[in-house]
């Protein structure tokens, strides 16, 4: 029975890899080009880590699944809100349903792991302490044959960062490279290649040393598959060098659609206040969070997100992140606010305020921008049971730019982050080698929600009907057996949950 092995890599961008593979300095990348076939992957709107992944495993757009960004914004209570990460059917489930056996690594948001058939080690978000792997027994053997972490040591700002990166990649890798045989279905998450990325994009040094080691390791799980076997490598999106930063709270704020009851610079008795007074930043803060990680253990994985992503202390920048910002509105008088990387929301007290709105932000925001940044809404974006729950509109970056819903002390709309030198871009890669697949074939329309399908088609599995994405039938040779045996659908209510555990229940005894 043929395995599949899929390995995806945070932030894999062709713009990067594609001289290196060309010129023979990624030679296992080239291989699995030349031999399979290969293209551009477009990911969700917006391109981020959460959304993407999440529909990779669900073959989902996120209106079906409720993921926007790492949390939403619920309009009703003005207060950031944080979605089910793992209710929804993925990959791994279907595979369980179906009785075949899953190895599942360092995907983000998967913790709390699933009980699925088979071992999963849950991504970030996720702290040391936490009961990230099932079967539980196992995190202790995780530690001490493969000194598994769930995280680097070091702060990524750092180049000294990146010898801590290898030996957590090494860590994930290894693990699977021992135990492949044994699974049906394997995912690994390699997941801190896009934060080297955002902090040393200009320093081709160190990513080509960050690429050749982690191509050493792809040449690893090609030698552990057999010929029957298929590797799979995406990326959730791409990136590229970032030029600037649209702060779009500061642009709704002049154009009078957010407004604030208080200055959110303002000092008061606030922990800033405190921190500013022991001479703490809030980036020498989240280094010390890195070093602290198994003493903070009553933190849970929302706060680790909020502490990330919320940004609630002026940085060195003088900007201040949501958690400061939310704390200042005044939402009698606000009718926009963007949270996250480009979710905006609208407040409205009626339809037709709401379409007015709309309208205004959409034709304003394009204006200004002049390209940089384009509106779409959550109708031409989503579809799904979640779409109410939906930023009402995405702002998308072009190439070069970038969304954030930080404020500025400066005043300024437009900024420019010294030590942030990359941001995603929305296609990112996809190759695809294995016996059936075609070689050296370009794919040119994959989107990430297509995996799922076409992975479960190479399984002999049926597809959940709900899915938004398709088998990429292109990818096969033309008759062979995943290409000539017809796409089976089926009703996504066989997969209940309460169905799956109770088949899983004598699956627990699990080796690694
Ligand atoms: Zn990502």
């Not at 030679?27 to 293209?39: F, I, M, Q, R, S």
């Not at 010294?418 to 294995?434: A, E």
């Not at 209510?493 to 309460?498: P, Q, S």
């Given at each position: 029975m043929a395995r599949v092995v899929v390995v995806g890599i945070d932030a894999a961008s062709w713009n990067l890899l594609e001289p290196w593979i060309r010129d023979g300095v990624?030679?296992?990348?080239?291989?699995?080009?030349?031999?399979?076939?290969?293209?551009p992957l477009e990911s969700t709107y917006p391109f981020i880590t959460s959304p993407a992944w999440k529909s990779f495993s669900t073959g989902k757009n996120p209106g079906k699944i409720g993921i926007f960004y790492w949390f939403n914004f619920d309009k009703e209570s003005k207060r950031i809100v944080f979605p089910n990460y793992t209710k929804h059917l993925e990959l791994w489930d279907v595979a369980s349903f179906h009785g075949m056996r899953s190895m599942?690594?360092?995907i983000p948001l998967t913790y709390p792991p699933k009980p699925i058939s088979g071992v999963m080690v849950s991504g970030f978000p996720v702290l040391e302490h936490q009961e990230y792997v099932h079967p539980k027994h196992l995190k202790k053997h995780l530690y001490e044959k493969y000194n598994y972490r769930v995280a680097p040591k070091e702060h990524f700002s750092n180049p000294k960062s990146v010898s801590d990166v290898k030996s957590v990649i090494e860590s994930r890798l290894k693990l699977a490279i021992d135990n492949i045989e044994y699974y049906n279905l394997t995912c690994i998450g390699l997941y801190y290649t896009d934060a080297i990325q955002h902090y040393h994009w200009d320093n081709r040094e160190l990513l080509m040393?960050?690429?050749?080691?982690?191509?050493?390791?792809i040449g690893k799980i090609m030698g552990s598959l057999g010929e029957k076997d298929y590797l799979i490598v995406f990326s959730d999106h791409g990136a590229t060098e970032l030029k600037s930063v649209f702060l779009a709270n500061m642009w709704l704020r002049e154009m009078g659609y957010l407004h604030f009851k208080k200055d959110p610079f303002k000092p008061g008795l606030s922990l800033r206040t405190i921190l500013k007074t022991f001479g703490l930043s809030r980036e020498k803060l989240v280094r010390v969070f890195f070093k602290l990680n198994k003493v903070l253990s009553p933190l849970i994985t929302e706060k680790t997100l909020l502490k990330n992503l919320g940004a609630p202390y002026e940085s060195e920048y003088g900007e201040i992140g949501i958690i400061g910002v939310l704390s200042a509105v005044d939402w009698e008088k606000t009718k926009a606010i963007?949270?996250?990387?480009?979710?905006?929301?609208i407040i409205a007290d009626n339809r037709e305020e709401y379409e007015d709105t709309l309208t205004r932000i959409i034709r304003e925001v394009e204006k200004y921008c002049n390209g940089k940044i384009r509106a779409k809404t959550k109708k031409e974006l989503y579809s799904g049971p979640y779409v109410s729950n939906a930023p009402d509109i995405v702002l998308v970056p072009s190439e070069g730019y970038m969304v954030s819903d930080h404020m500025s002390r400066s005043g300024r709309i437009w900024v420019?982050?010294?030590?942030?030198?990359?941001?995603?871009?929305?296609?990112?890669?996809?190759?695809?080698?294995?016996?059936?697949?075609q070689e050296n074939y370009k794919t040119s329309?994959?989107?990430?929600?297509?995996?799922?399908?076409?992975?479960?088609?190479?399984?002999?599995?049926?597809?959940p009907r709900d899915v938004d994405g398709r088998v990429l039938t292109e990818v096969f040779k033309t008759r062979t057996e995943p290409a000539t045996r017809p796409v089976k659908y089926v009703d996504p209510?066989?997969?209940?949950?309460?169905g799956l555990r109770s088949k899983l229940k004598a699956k627990t005894r699990e080796r690694v």
């Open positions: 990624l030679p296992n990348l080239k291989l699995l080009v030349e031999g399979g076939a290969y293209g599942v690594v360092n040393d960050l690429w050749e080691f982690i191509d050493d390791w963007v949270i996250g990387e480009g979710d905006l929301y420019v982050r010294d030590n942030y030198k990359s941001f995603h871009i929305k296609n990112g890669i996809l190759i695809i080698n294995g016996p059936s697949i329309n994959a989107k990430i929600y297509d995996l799922m399908p076409t992975i479960l088609q190479i399984l002999k599995l049926p597809i209510l066989k997969f209940r949950v309460a």
